[in-house]
């Protein structure tokens, strides 16, 4: 079983900047990937940003260049560093993790687990 809780949500003007933080818990050993997703009401949650044990990320392609995901693995930890924010970034933020494989990860295997989300909201 893997726990994650987001921060750093909050209200923001068109062009500043928010640092999501995401605190993982329990068999933290067998996380393999982990990202950022988001969600509008009304619209599908969408992947934000992606990032592979090793640090290989990747970005959809309306975020490139603004913002940064990085996971410290000594601290369980991974953050989302959004710059020059946009309205139409407004959404609840998930943290996500994907349960890999490795010795003692065979429980839970291929599961994926969730945060319950933090709120952005950017006025223009």
């Known amino acids: 079983q893997v726990h994650l809780v987001e921060s750093g949500g909050g209200l923001v003007q068109a062009g500043g900047s928010l640092r999501l933080s995401c605190a993982a818990s329990g068999e933290t050993f067998c996380i393999s990937t982990m990202g950022w997703y988001r969600q509008a009401p009304g619209k599908e949650r969408e992947l934000v940003a992606g990032?592979?044990?090793?640090?290989?990320?990747n970005y959809a392609d309306s975020v490139k260049g603004r913002f940064t995901i990085t996971r410290d693995n000594a601290e369980n930890t991974l953050y989302l560093q959004m710059n020059s924010l946009k309205p139409e970034d407004t959404a609840v933020y998930y943290c996500?993790?994907?349960?890999?494989?490795?010795?003692?990860?065979?429980?839970?295997?291929?599961?994926?687990?969730w945060g319950k989300g933090t709120l952005v909201t950017v006025s223009p």
């Open positions: 990032i592979t044990k090793t640090s290989s990320t």
């Open positions: 996500n993790a994907e349960h890999g494989s490795g010795w003692g990860c065979a429980t839970g295997y291929g599961t994926t687990y």
